[in-house]
């Protein structure tokens, strides 16, 4: 059974389907729903009175066994609702942690899961963690006694300091795997997104990568990033964790530095899924900025793209597009609007190039593949010194070329294209 608050009649759509949709990904069917209109959540019983003894009455009717909040209870309101309806019952956080705790493959991912459940247990003194689709089983979650509690919360905390050092250790290491990408200096993309809009498909559609694609929600999880060449260049694209209407703030701070390879990059193309109704596609992309700011995103370069559009009517996708200046409307899984986004993403980094006139010896083969990477195509004339060539070289790495320049172009200090 689905209960939900609004602060005012919902206009357009299904106020609960989000909540509905995330059950169905921790395995979960939903039997009955209810939304009660009112300010705010009750700070007891999240519901009002009346409407409680009208959710009881729905529970026996469904022959629901679990209720589910369409936002994060305070322990009081759980206990008085578990009390007053007679059914175990469980807030939006603890269907999103479910799910995170299924999908999470990578040592990292399963720390982070496991130190976000933690910490929300901790808060609400509860046993050690049941998974979800035992719950939905039916098994009932009274708390354990009052000492056995004391002691859960002395092992959970020992348990979070544990996680956060081995966290912090692995941290370190994906510190170390930046340093080398970021030594190479190949322009960084990051995917960024609601949950669901296609970033996997996107990521795979632009290098060939092999990530896993889901229609439920959070498929993926841990960071994958590959390379694509356009015009010749190399570009590093990442796909990352999904972001979702009130993300649980223990999962933020857990996947801290998951999200932030977000930050690191020099460009975000923020996906969004045009074909999602009008009033879900807004909140999604508020959703997205708000994790984004929340990350310390905010000042990274952003190209929003509107995916599926293989799914809307032309017109309606265009309409997208002209509301929604500088934005681009793709379909990652019919290739439409791609070649376009690969020129945007090019030209986001043309700015930060200077051009440069070269001179390599042809002992200097590797310098030339480097080079190659890094300013894509290349103009070449071979002379009897060695190969003469112009290219367009990303300003930070311009001082690697400058003992080959001709004519003092390049790194020199004349301000132009500098930064
Ligand atoms: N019709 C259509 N479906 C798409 C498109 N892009 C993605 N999808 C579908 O949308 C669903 C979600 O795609 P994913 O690529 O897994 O989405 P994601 O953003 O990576 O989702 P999370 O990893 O859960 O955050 C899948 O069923 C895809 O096949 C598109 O351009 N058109
Ligand atoms: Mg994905």
Known sequence: MCLGVLPSPSGDGDPLAELKELLRTAGVATAGEMVQVRASPDPDRYLGRGKLAEVKAGIARADANLVVCDDELAPRQERNLEQALGVPVIDRTAVILDIFADHAHSAEGKLQVELAQLEYNLARMRGLWTHLERLGGGIGTRGPGESQIETDRRLARDRIANLRRRLERLERNREVMRARRSGSALPIVALAGYTNAGKSTLLNAMTGAGAGVGERLFHTLDPTTRTYRHHGRQYLLTDTVGFIRKLPHQLVEAFKATLEETTLADLIIHVVDA????????????????????????????????????????????????????AIAISALSGEGLDELRDRIESAFEETLRPMELLLPYSEGAMLAELHDVAGDLEREDRPEGVVVKASVPAALAHRFTDFALNGAGAGRDGKGAD
Do not use: C, F, T
């Not at 900025?289 to 929003?304: K, Y």
């Open 275 to 326: 074909s999602a109704p009008e009033r879900q596609r807004r909140d999604a992309i508020a959703a997205v900025e708000s994790v984004l700011e929340e990350i310390g995103a905010d000042d990274v370069p952003r190209l929003r793209a509107y995916n599926k559009v293989d799914l809307m009517d032309r017109a309606d996708a265009n309409e997208l597009v002209i509301r929604d200046p500088g």
